[in-house]
């Protein structure tokens, strides 16, 4: 038997034990689960308590519906669908002012120049001559890590949603190309477009940090 044939048995097993009403089952499914989705749901709205609230909804609705599941998608495609609509709903009652149709771009953080444009093979990529530089090693090592590891974070704080919600999924969780765009029922070329600016606006952050430096 195949790895892939083992773990759909796995999946059908988990699956029948949750329609059971087994307890261990759903608790292990939260385990495995809860921390990435408090992250993708964080991506919709404006706290992390509200993103809590989000992901307690999801449970609930994975008990209510669970047995209505038929296996159409994993249940991990499945249950991460259920939470990015209910983040969704929830993220547009708690920010009126989201405005849905500029979220692709970085808004200023970096000049809209410095990118391929829609008609190019590689949309949204760097030019060819305005590619950032690659950081300098320096003698700080860790102490500077870590510096740019709490600044990069801040700045996906700061990213459009769509944006944000992507490079979490692809950067943060390990998501695939392909399961991000289910998930978010996005094309090929608007996911890497969300994500290289996304990426981008990033990193110009950590450039212009590094440029501060003495």
């Known amino acids: ?28 499914l939260v385990d495995r689960h809860a921390p990435a989705m408090l ?12 993103a809590e609230e989000v ?27 259920v939470l990015i609509n209910i983040a969704k709903r929830r ?27 829609g008609d190019d093979p590689y949309p949204g990529h ?10 300098p090693d320096t003698p700080e090592g860790s102490v500077l890590g870590k510096e740019l590891m709490g600044l990069a974070r801040q700045e996906l704080d700061r990213l459009p949603e769509r944006q944000r919600v992507v490079v979490t999924m692809r950067d943060m969780l390990g998501l695939d190309s392909a399961e991000v765009r289910e998930l978010l029922d996005i094309s090929v070329a608007n996911q890497r477009v969300l994500l290289h600016r996304g990426r981008a606006a990033i990193r110009q952050a950590l450039e212009d940090y590094l440029k501060e430096m003495p």
């Open 1 to 28: 038997m195949t790895v892939m044939a083992r773990t759909a048995s796995d999946e059908e097993d988990l699956v029948a034990a949750l329609k059971d009403g087994d307890l261990s089952a759903f608790t292990s």
């Open 39 to 50: 992250r993708v749901a964080q991506g919709y709205v404006p706290s992390r308590e509200i």
């Open 55 to 81: 992901v307690q909804e999801t449970w609930i609705a994975l008990l209510k519906g669970i047995a209505s599941f038929e296996g159409r998608s994993s249940l991990r495609t499945w249950l991460f669908t």
């Open 91 to 117: 993220g547009m009652r708690e920010r009126r002012d989201a405005d849905m149709t500029v979220m692709a771009f970085t808004g200023g953080t970096v000049d809209p120049s410095r990118f391929r444009d």
């Open 126 to 135: 760097w030019r060819p001559d305005e590619a950032p530089s690659p950081f």
